[in-house]
């Protein structure tokens, strides 16, 4: 037998944030979620702006990939303990907000970016505009021109159902090649080699990313910016893609008479007791807890 210890048992933390947390836990915990979820990387809105306005080294498909990896890993790392990124709504929503950060911070880039357009005439300015190339892209992702929807479809579902496959391997707590603290990264890397692979072909592989930032591209720009077939293709084929994917690894890879090891134990744990002590405090909300009332943790196999 172990004793559970809460940061309360060793730490207080100031009162005000304690009566946050009661709140946060229940009541408000939605807003948690959009707060986590509002991670973004501008590395794209460098690469676009850098081509137009002919800026050498300004980034690269490597330098996308690696900042979208650092990314994931950043948003994961920081705001695991908060949110497990179920919530489609919140992730849109903080989608929304980073990728409008985005055109704030590179604002002045990109309305020399347009004009740089227009100086090579009204024709060429209209067909660039929204493609991967033009500054339109950057927000509301699209297919290189003459591209065929139906192969980017065929694309972007084999590459999201290799992320959701890999994604749940880092889940299963059964896994003894892929401990907790190493799942972030291998996620992360995931990204990254689809990116570096197949992002030439057209490449979403996030509905939140894909639907906040055209939002923001029809907000800035309005209806021209909607993306037309391709908008639905970039949105939506990830979800079947990852139920897919969970399927066939809870069918043919995972094992339910398998080992829990110890790391994976203790997340397990952590995250159960910290449920707890949510509804512990849900319950009584002036007392504080201590370490009788939260109970121990029983010995279960490890390896």
């Given at each position: 037998m172990s004793d559970i210890v809460h940061l309360s048992n060793i730490r207080q933390r100031p009162r005000l944030y304690r009566a946050f947390e009661r709140h946060r836990h229940t009541s408000v915990h939605?807003?948690?979620?959009?707060?986590?979820?509002?991670?973004?990387?501008?590395?794209?809105?460098?690469?676009?702006?850098?081509?137009?306005?002919?800026?050498?080294?300004?980034s690269?498909?490597?330098?996308?990939?690696?900042?979208?990896a650092c990314g994931i890993l950043l948003a994961i790392t920081v705001c695991s303990a908060t949110s497990g990124g179920e919530y489609i709504v919140a992730q849109i929503l903080g989608g929304y907000i980073a990728c409008?950060?985005?055109?704030?911070?590179?604002?002045?880039?990109?309305?020399?970016?347009?004009?740089?357009?227009?100086?090579?005439?009204?024709?060429?300015?209209?067909?660039?505009?929204?493609?991967?190339?033009?500054?339109?892209?950057?927000?509301?992702?699209?297919?290189?021109?003459?591209?065929?929807?139906?192969?980017?479809?065929?694309?972007e579902f084999v590459v999201d159902f290799i992320l959701a496959v890999t994604i749940f391997a880092t889940l299963d707590p059964t896994n003894t090649l892929i401990p907790p603290s190493f799942g972030p990264v291998l996620i992360s890397l995931a990204y990254a080699v689809a990116i570096w692979s197949f992002s030439a072909n057209g490449l979403a592989a996030n509905a939140a990313r894909d639907v906040g930032g055209r939002l923001v591209a029809l907000t800035v720009w309005g209806k021209p910016a909607a993306g037309g077939s391709y908008?639905?293709?970039?949105?939506?084929?990830?979800?079947?893609?990852?139920l897919l994917g969970c399927v066939a690894y809870e069918?043919?890879?995972?094992?339910?008479?398998?080992?829990?090891?110890?790391?994976?134990?203790e997340v397990l744990n952590a995250h159960k007791n910290h449920r707890r002590l949510r509804e512990?405090?849900?319950?009584?909300?002036?007392?504080?807890?201590?370490?009788?009332?939260?109970?121990?943790?029983?010995?279960?196999?490890?390896v």
């Open positions: 939605w807003l948690v979620e959009c707060f986590a979820e509002a991670v973004s990387v501008g590395s794209q809105a460098l690469y676009v702006i850098g081509n137009i306005l002919t800026v050498p080294g300004a690269s498909i490597l330098q996308i990939g690696l900042a979208y409008l950060l985005v055109y704030v911070q590179y604002k002045s880039l990109l309305v020399e970016s347009e004009m740089a357009l227009l100086g090579a005439g009204p024709g060429i300015s209209a067909a660039t505009f929204y493609t991967p190339n033009g500054p339109g892209g950057i927000f509301a992702l699209s297919l290189p021109t003459g591209s065929n929807l139906g192969r980017a479809w065929v694309n908008a639905a293709i970039a949105a939506l084929t990830n979800i079947p893609a990852t069918l043919m890879l995972s094992d339910s008479d398998r080992v829990i090891p110890a790391a994976h134990l512990q405090q849900s319950h009584t909300p002036d007392s504080e807890p201590n370490l009788e009332e939260k109970g121990r943790v029983g010995e279960v196999e490890r």
